[in-house]
């Protein structure tokens, strides 16, 4: 099996009729680079910030955050790295944020519902990745967002941020590509709007199964009510998917569901552009999207 695979490795990802996916990994910092390197991803389709703020009492600075972002950056040589910014509260608790207790964190403070009300944490990560930015091609990925309006609100944020680093004579990329996870059934619903405000979607299918079902990830008494092929769920991802594509961006999956190779040919067909998964699974998907027909 694992020869068979390695056919695959250093060939582009196309399916049996000829159309190109990107195929990236997630990782969770920089000591995931040396799986994703031999992985064979041709880019990273999520970098989930958060880790870097797990397991520790303080923030991390500015400093210790551009490295961690530049190191992955560099190591990319070019390939696209989508980091998605501060993704803490819910399953993800960090002990330097002194959160309140919630009766439902996962419909409370979290991700980016926490930047827009301490925009002093949001700003230090805005920072440092702007100055990683000119070391490769990074992108910006906001979790949890609901609205038109929180994305107005970062955009702002991001000016600031690129305004600042401009007058101290700081460099970075000035076009980095500004994306939202659809991870909540409002930003499925509403993507028509959201898309003419971004680069890209990435769907958070973890989060967009859980509040569309209303079935709490976390809690294993429910597992076998989790479908993750809900009919409810692939609708949202097709609507998202035209909604894209009607604005002219690309759209990617990035949740578990990514890798679940009995749904790929369903992905292609709605249009999917780009894949993101583990990087045990990178191989085994670009073999199975070899097989698959995309109309
Ligand atoms: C998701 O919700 O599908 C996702 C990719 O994000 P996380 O699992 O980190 O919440
Ligand atoms: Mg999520």
């Given at each position: 099996?694992?020869?068979?695979?390695?056919?695959?490795?250093?060939?582009?990802?196309?399916?049996?009729?000829?159309?190109?996916?990107?195929?990236?990994?997630?990782?969770?910092?920089?000591?995931?680079?040396?799986?994703?390197?031999?992985?064979?991803?041709?880019?990273?389709?999520?970098?989930?910030?958060?880790?870097?703020?797990?397991?520790?009492?303080?923030?991390?600075?500015?400093?210790?955050?551009?490295?961690?972002?530049?190191?992955?950056?560099?190591?990319?040589?070019?390939?696209?790295?989508?980091?998605?910014?501060?993704?803490?509260?819910?399953?993800?608790?960090?002990?330097?944020?002194?959160?309140?207790?919630?009766?439902?964190?996962?419909?409370?403070?979290r991700a980016i519902r926490i930047c827009l009300t301490r925009p002093e944490i949001f700003k230090t990560q805005l920072r440092a990745l702007y100055r990683a930015s000119s070391f490769g091609n990074v992108a910006i990925l906001l979790p949890m967002i609901t609205s038109a309006e929180e994305i107005v609100q970062v955009k702002k944020i991001c000016a600031e941020v690129k305004e600042e680093l401009k007058r101290q004579e700081i460099s970075f990329h000035p076009d980095v590509e500004i994306?939202?996870?659809?991870?909540?059934?409002?930003?499925?619903?509403?993507?028509?709007?959201?898309?003419?405000?971004?680069?890209?979607?990435?769907?958070?299918?973890?989060?967009?199964?859980?509040?569309?079902?209303?079935?709490?990830?976390?809690?294993?008494?429910?597992?076998?009510?989790?479908?993750?092929?809900?009919?409810?769920?692939?609708?949202?991802?097709?609507?998202?998917?035209?909604?894209?594509?009607?604005?002219?961006?690309?759209?990617?999956?990035?949740?578990?569901?990514?890798?679940?190779?009995?749904?790929?040919?369903?992905?292609?067909?709605?249009?999917?552009?780009?894949?993101?998964?583990?990087?045990?699974?990178?191989?085994?998907?670009?073999?199975?999207?070899?097989?698959?027909?995309?109309?």
């Amino acid at each position: 099996l694992a020869e068979r695979l390695e056919r695959f490795r250093g060939k582009k990802t196309v399916t049996a009729d000829g159309r190109a996916v990107d195929l990236y990994a997630n990782i969770g910092g920089p000591q995931d680079m040396e799986a994703v390197l031999k992985s064979d991803a041709e880019g990273i389709g999520l970098f989930r910030s958060e880790f870097l703020f797990l397991k520790r009492s303080t923030l991390p600075t500015e400093e210790e955050q551009f490295q961690a972002y530049s190191s992955v950056v560099s190591k990319m040589n070019g390939k696209r790295v989508v980091i998605r910014t501060l993704d803490i509260g819910a399953d993800k608790q960090a002990e330097s944020f002194n959160l309140p207790k919630e009766e439902n964190p996962a419909m409370g403070m979290r991700a980016i519902r926490i930047c827009l009300t301490r925009p002093e944490i949001f700003k230090t990560q805005l920072r440092a990745l702007y100055r990683a930015s000119s070391f490769g091609n990074v992108a910006i990925l906001l979790p949890m967002i609901t609205s038109a309006e929180e994305i107005v609100q970062v955009k702002k944020i991001c000016a600031e941020v690129k305004e600042e680093l401009k007058r101290q004579e700081i460099s970075f990329h000035p076009d980095v590509e500004i994306g939202i996870m659809i991870e909540t059934p409002a930003a499925a619903v509403i993507s028509d709007d959201l898309a003419p405000l971004v680069d890209f979607f990435s769907v958070g299918t973890n989060d967009l199964t859980q509040y569309t079902l209303a079935v709490d990830r976390q809690n294993k008494t429910i597992a076998r009510f989790n479908n993750t092929h809900h009919k409810a769920v692939l609708r949202l991802l097709q609507t998202a998917a035209d909604n894209a594509h009607r604005a002219g961006i690309w759209i990617g999956i990035c949740g578990e569901l990514a890798a679940d190779e009995s749904l790929t040919e369903t992905f292609v067909k709605m249009g999917i552009d780009e894949l993101s998964v583990a990087p045990s699974s990178v191989l085994s998907l670009r073999a199975k999207i070899s097989e698959v027909c995309s109309v």
